[in-house]
């Protein structure tokens, strides 16, 4: 997704008052290390299984070092409902820019369709701006067609490049 004027953008709705847009009414902040159990539950009841050591790990550094993950939650009814982690890169594989890969997004299904994630995107998309972000990544399964429609709408397109795997026989 370039960062420029896309759906749930920052820069969408410039003639609105503070307060009018949908996003305005889900506050977003930094994830922090005592947001995990939440993080945890969201994803679980995204996932349907759970991925303690790798958001454990990822909120730890996200906290640690900011210039390499960032990590925003939002919270209605005083709980956080929603998260959206990434981690920036630098030159790597081939492409110079600066980018970023969003790494995971969830939003707990009970809040699911009051703009939480919307919310996560307009607030990651300013953080990225003000960080000289060009590009944002993410990767899908095939087969996460919900996911997949959320990005669409989000302005994600196939990147023109595959991504190709195999086995390991032992
Ligand atoms: C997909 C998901 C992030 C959407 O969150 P949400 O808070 O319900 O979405 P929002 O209410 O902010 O929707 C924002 C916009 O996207 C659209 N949208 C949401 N889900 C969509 C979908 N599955 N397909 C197409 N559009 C979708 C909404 O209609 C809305 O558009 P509008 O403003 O024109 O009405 C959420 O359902 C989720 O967490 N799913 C599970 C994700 C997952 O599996 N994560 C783990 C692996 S990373």
């Not at 969408?12 to 305005?24: A, N």
């Not at 922090?32 to 995204?46: E, K, N």
């Not at 909120?59 to 929603?82: F, I, K, P, Y």
């Not at 081939?94 to 970023?100: I, K, L, N, T």
């Amino acid at each position: 997704m370039a960062i420029d004027r896309q759906p749930f953008s920052a820069t969408d709705d410039l003639d609105l008052e503070p307060g009018q847009r949908d996003t305005d009414a889900v506050p977003v902040r930094l994830l922090t290390r005592q947001d995990l159990d939440a993080v945890l539950r969201i994803d679980a009841a995204a996932t349907g299984y759970s991925r303690k050591d790798f958001y454990r790990a990822r909120l730890e550094r996200s906290q640690a070092e900011s210039s390499v993950h960032l990590s925003l939650a939002a919270e209605l009814d005083n709980q956080v409902v929603g998260f959206v982690t990434v981690t920036f890169y630098q030159g790597e594989y081939g492409h110079p820019e600066r980018s970023a890969s969003l790494d995971a997004i969830g939003v707990h299904p009970d809040y699911a369709g009051r703009h939480v994630a919307a919310a996560l995107m307009t607030q990651l998309e300013m953080n990225l701006r003000a960080l000289h972000v060009e590009t944002i990544r993410t990767e899908v399964d095939w087969n996460a067609l919900e996911l997949i429609g959320f990005f669409h709408k989000a302005g994600f397109a196939p990147a023109p490049r595959l991504c190709l795997e195999r086995k390991i026989t032992r």
